[in-house]
């Protein structure tokens, strides 16, 4: 079964739009951490944020935030007034304290068009 | 501060050639790690070192090798490629373990005909 799920492949925005992007895992460990990538078009991964279980207040950078909650098991990014460099495949991935597996979602590719 | 670096960038072998990738990393982290990254598939953890003269196989170690002779080097290697192992691979670094942020090298395309 996945441990992380991006139940959105593809999405395209109007450039100023806000996007979400989901990101739902699964895990029995009370301890975990959550990331999120991005993966631009030049093909490199970039670190977004990491968080652990144990810290769910809502965190804010700059055109970025992220809503972590525990009670369904999600993990979404949003993108506010998004541009088109924020175009790009986005990861989102889980690591349970108790193994030594890095659970990467199948991404969620993001069009901004201007 | 370099990072992360991986050579080559681009390589193409063919089926039965074996080849060494290269990963090195400044920032004195004990943790290093190989991935590949399939279409549809996210990544998967090839192989993993917790520190110098350690290391472990990941979800998919078949058809690879890796030694981690000092901190900074972590070198992947095809033993006898074959087209099952055209892919992108990604080497990243973490300070101590995996619950630390990881950070990627720019990635190797290959190709195996």
């Known amino acids: 079964a996945q441990k992380v799920t991006q139940a959105q492949t593809e999405i395209s925005v109007v450039e100023k739009e806000d996007v979400t992007l989901d990101c739902v895992y699964e895990?029995?460990?009370?301890?975990?951490?959550l990331f999120w990538y991005k993966q631009p078009p030049s093909g490199e991964l970039v670190f977004l944020i990491r968080r652990n279980s144990f810290d769910e207040q809502n965190e804010i950078s700059g055109r970025y935030s992220w809503n972590f909650q525990k009670s369904t098991s999600s993990f979404n990014f949003t993108i506010t007034a998004s541009q088109v460099v924020d175009s790009a495949v986005y990861f989102c991935a889980l690591v349970e304290n108790t193994g030594n597996q890095f659970y990467f979602g199948t991404g969620t590719s993001l069009t901004v068009i201007p | 501060n370099a990072g992360v670096t991986q050579t080559p960038k681009f390589q193409v072998l063919k089926t039965g050639q074996s080849m060494t990738l290269q990963c090195a990393q400044d920032m004195n982290h004990e943790y290093m790690s190989w991935y590949r990254q399939d279409p549809g598939m996210g990544l998967r953890l090839i192989h993993y070192s917790v520190g110098a003269g350690i290391t472990d196989q990941g979800e998919v170690p078949n058809g690879y090798n890796v030694s981690r002779s000092t901190t900074e080097d972590f070198p992947l290697r095809l033993l006898s490629a074959a087209p099952s192992q055209t892919s992108v691979y990604f080497c990243a670094s973490g300070v101590r373990d995996l619950t630390d942020t990881q950070y990627f090298g720019p990635g190797t395309r290959l190709t195996v005909l």
């Open positions: 895990t029995r460990d009370t301890t975990y951490y």
